[in-house]
């Protein structure tokens, strides 16, 4: 392209920098506190259940002015008919997957965790892109030794049903890698499908004419990652590539057609940050998407731009590109909310979110608001990992009020960051603001770090302090 086209081109981009965002509204939720943290490729058949409305918000096609559809539940769920529901109060823990990896150590686990009184677990079955269970699509987890030669999800649900615990599956969406910790299976897909992860954006120009194949192109991403430990907890897949929506929704059909799961549990389901996904599927996935809506003059400008910088499209239209990202993971939210229910219609589904809903819908795409009052989860868990009791008290107030009704929120507290005393406190604002109940994490803290007043057990002391009488 020569200078005098470039020089025309990057003064009709100025221009055009002046109008309005067209066709979609982010909206401008309040935010009650601050954010909290996550607790931590063959593909399979769609089933034909995705919703028109899930359907107009994917990645090729459909309209961005749609609005989203009238909604399958929202405020008008009702408690009756989740029979997973049976507990007045629920008093649950997150399990992580190194607990699992021996069956003395799982039936340790939930004798404990009976034993002082609690009634729900939330166990660890996809951590990395791997599996704790017997899996069609992912391979077994590093921390099961020689593939463990048992199944510890089979294990967990005998054990724990055997003493009228719940069991819930508590599944990582999109993270599917520690930087630090790789897989060597060549069936993971950090290994098989690199051109499946998402990019930052300081790698977008880099790596979008770089074949996936190229291990520069892996190598490049384990290095940003590593860098930015600090703020993204390793590798992501990328949400707006229809091969990772066919391959999580196939993991989540997978554990329901195989195990009698009385839940399961979304975490990581959001992006890592707003400077993510510019992967070239996702930037050519919007430019597809958002051409409607564009003028033909516009559109062939753009991309022509293109050619110069792949960010074009995203940066001529930032309202729309935030947009599209967060119908990414609420239409694959939708549709394996809908998969789900007509496998299982009394299986409970739930979401570890971030508790500050702005912060949740506008930097990390994740709009746990909405997808309650269109129905699509049954119940949040805000991770209000903090230490203080008065934003402890406005994030969980907060979420009860999207949700219209306490029994849809389960308060997460971040035990680790508390005291003993501290951690009882919360329990007793969660009672008091009317939340369906509690989650601590983790187990895995409470028995190896936690201690109750005079060096105590904390798990014990734990339940008779809050269970006890109850």
Same mark, same amino acid.
């Given at each position: 392209?020569n200078i005098?086209?470039?020089?025309?081109?990057?003064?009709?981009?100025?221009?055009? =920098?002046?109008?309005?965002?067209? @066709?979609v509204?982010p +909206?401008?939720?309040?935010s009650?506190g601050t %954010?909290?943290? *996550? &607790? $931590?490729?063959?593909?399979?058949?769609?089933? =034909?259940?995705?919703?028109?409305? @899930?359907?107009?918000? +994917?990645?090729a096609?459909?309209?961005?002015? %749609?609005?989203? *559809? &009238? $909604?399958?539940?929202?405020?008008?769920?009702?408690?009756?008919?989740?029979?997973?529901?049976?507990?007045?109060e629920?008093r649950?823990v997150?399990?992580?997957r190194g607990?699992?990896a021996d069956p003395?150590?799982?039936?340790?686990?939930?004798?404990?965790?009976?034993?002082?009184?609690f009634?729900?677990?939330?166990?660890?079955?996809?951590?990395?892109?791997?599996?704790m269970y017997m899996?069609r699509?992912?391979?077994?987890?590093?921390?099961?030794p020689?593939?463990?030669?048992?199944d510890?999800?089979?294990?967990?649900?005998?054990?724990?049903?055997?003493?009228?615990?719940a069991v819930h599956?508590?599944?990582?969406t999109?993270?599917?890698?520690s930087p630090?910790?790789?897989?060597?299976d060549?069936?993971?897909?950090v290994?098989?499908?690199?051109d499946?992860?998402?990019?930052?954006r300081?790698?977008?120009a880099?790596?979008y004419?770089?074949?996936a194949?190229?291990p520069?192109?892996?190598?490049?991403?384990?290095?940003?990652?590593?860098a930015?430990?600090?703020?993204v907890?390793?590798?992501?897949a990328?949400?707006?590539?229809?091969?990772?929506?066919?391959?999580?929704?196939s993991?989540?059909?997978?554990?329901?057609d195989?195990?009698p799961?009385d839940?399961?549990?979304f975490?990581?389901?959001?992006?890592?940050?707003?400077?993510?996904?510019?992967?070239?599927?996702?930037?050519?996935?919007?430019?597809?998407?958002?051409?409607?809506l564009v003028g033909?003059e516009?559109?062939?400008?753009?991309?022509e731009?293109?050619?110069?910088?792949p960010?074009?499209?995203?940066?001529?239209?930032?309202?729309?590109?935030?947009?599209?990202?967060?119908?990414?993971?609420?239409?694959?939210?939708e549709?394996i909310?809908?998969?789900?229910?007509?496998?299982?219609p009394?299986l409970l589904v739930?979401?570890?979110?971030?508790?500050?809903?702005?912060?949740?819908?506008?930097?990390?795409?994740?709009?746990?608001?909405?997808?309650l009052?269109?129905?699509?989860?049954d119940?949040?868990?805000?991770?209000?990992?903090t230490?203080?009791?008065?934003v402890?008290?406005?994030?969980?107030?907060s979420?009860?009020?999207?949700?219209?009704?306490?029994?849809?929120?389960w308060?997460g507290?971040?035990?680790?960051?508390n005291?003993?005393d501290?951690t009882?406190?919360?329990?007793?604002?969660?009672?008091?603001?009317?939340?369906g109940?509690?989650?601590?994490?983790?187990y895995?803290?409470?028995?190896?770090e936690?201690?109750?007043?005079?060096?105590?057990?904390?798990?014990?002391?734990?339940?008779?302090?809050?269970f006890s009488g109850r």
């Amino acid at each position: 392209m020569n200078i005098i086209v470039r020089v025309a081109i990057i003064g009709l981009m100025s221009a055009l =920098g002046g109008c309005a965002v067209v @066709g979609v509204s982010p +909206g401008d939720p309040p935010s009650p506190g601050t %954010s909290g943290s *996550g &607790p $931590g490729g063959t593909t399979g058949t769609a089933d =034909g259940e995705l919703s028109a409305a @899930g359907d107009r918000a +994917g990645v090729a096609g459909g309209d961005p002015e %749609s609005v989203w *559809g &009238p $909604g399958v539940g929202g405020a008008d769920l009702d408690r009756a008919s989740l029979p997973a529901l049976r507990f007045p109060e629920v008093r649950g823990v997150w399990v992580v997957r190194g607990t699992l990896a021996d069956p003395d150590s799982i039936r340790v686990m939930v004798e404990r965790v009976s034993a002082a009184g609690f009634n729900t677990i939330l166990v660890q079955v996809r951590g990395r892109g791997d599996a704790m269970y017997m899996s069609r699509w992912e391979p077994p987890s590093h921390v099961l030794p020689d593939g463990g030669g048992f199944d510890p999800l089979e294990v967990v649900i005998r054990e724990a049903h055997a003493r009228g615990l719940a069991v819930h599956g508590w599944v990582n969406t999109y993270l599917v890698s520690s930087p630090w910790i790789l897989s060597e299976d060549p069936r993971h897909m950090v290994n098989a499908r690199p051109d499946l992860l998402a990019v930052p954006r300081d790698l977008a120009a880099e790596l979008y004419d770089r074949p996936a194949e190229d291990p520069a192109f892996l190598q490049a991403l384990i290095d940003h990652a590593r860098a930015s430990e600090e703020s993204v907890e390793g590798l992501y897949a990328a949400p707006a590539n229809p091969e990772v929506a066919e391959h999580v929704y196939s993991v989540w059909m997978d554990l329901l057609d195989h195990y009698p799961l009385d839940g399961l549990h979304f975490d990581y389901v959001r992006y890592p940050g707003a400077d993510y996904d510019y992967s070239r599927g996702a930037l050519d996935g919007f430019r597809e998407w958002l051409r409607p809506l564009v003028g033909e003059e516009e559109s062939r400008v753009l991309d022509e731009f293109t050619e110069l910088n792949p960010l074009a499209w995203v940066e001529q239209r930032p309202g729309a590109w935030d947009e599209f990202r967060r119908r990414q993971v609420s239409s694959l939210v939708e549709r394996i909310y809908l998969g789900a229910k007509k496998r299982r219609p009394d299986l409970l589904v739930s979401a570890a979110v971030f508790p500050d809903p702005e912060d949740a819908f506008g930097t990390r795409f994740q709009d746990w608001r909405g997808w309650l009052d269109r129905g699509i989860v049954d119940v949040v868990t805000p991770m209000a990992y903090t230490a203080e009791d008065s934003v402890f008290e406005a994030q969980i107030r907060s979420a009860i009020g999207s949700a219209g009704a306490g029994w849809r929120v389960w308060s997460g507290v971040g035990a680790y960051q508390n005291t003993f005393d501290g951690t009882v406190q919360k329990v007793e604002i969660s009672r008091r603001l009317g939340a369906g109940g509690v989650v601590l994490f983790s187990y895995d803290w409470l028995v190896s770090e936690g201690s109750a007043p005079g060096g105590g057990a904390y798990l014990p002391a734990f339940g008779q302090r809050v269970f006890s009488g109850r």
